[in-house]
């Protein structure tokens, strides 16, 4: 999701944040009710005296839950740039880490770099000092060709 703002002091703000079908929550949720019939069919086993099944019931669930919260942790981020009269700040958060960086208008370049494969993939980069940082790398598509219009138009009306 691409989000732009402008301040009362004419300061752009970009804020990008990738998309979640579904909250954690309701992913537990799912994990929860999927578990009731496989564990059902478990102690049902154990019942008939196969209760070696049962413990893979729950080493199954643990894993699919296990694999939910990395999931969940690792798509916890959010990109932020920050464009002012003589520099603009990248600023990206990704759970309880935050990465700042602040680059000088006058020696920063955004890249477009459009790979010529079958899915027409588009990345933005910013090059400072030959060192290549990507802007919205979880961004899909259609998102990432709106935040190169959006960039376009910043730096068009900000003279960049």
């Known amino acids: ?46 019942y008939l005296g196969l209760w ?3 413990p893979f019931v729950g080493i199954e669930f643990s894993v699919v839950t296990l694999g939910i919260v990395y999931f969940f942790r690792k798509i ?11 520099d ?3 600023i990206e958060e ?6 700042e960086q602040r680059f000088p208008r006058i020696w920063t370049k955004f890249i477009v770099d459009q790979e010529n494969v079958s899915f027409d ?10 060192q290549k940082t990507e802007i919205g790398d979880f961004l899909n598509p259609t998102e990432r060709r709106e935040l190169v219009e959006g960039l376009r138009k910043i730096c068009i009306n900000s003279n960049f």
Do not use: H, W
């Open 1 to 46: 999701m691409i989000k732009f703002s402008q301040t009362e002091t004419d300061v752009d703000v970009i804020t990008l944040v990738p998309n979640l079908s579904a909250s954690f929550r309701f992913n537990l949720l799912l994990v929860c009710l999927a578990a009731l019939p496989s564990l059902a069919a478990g102690i049902f086993f154990a």
């Open 52 to 54: 070696l099944i049962l």
């Open 76 to 86: 916890q981020r959010k990109q932020k740039l920050i464009f002012r009269e003589y």
């Open 88 to 90: 603009f700040d990248f």
């Open 94 to 99: 990704q759970g309880a880490s935050i990465y």
């Open 121 to 130: 993939l588009i990345r933005v980069y910013i090059l400072f000092q030959g």
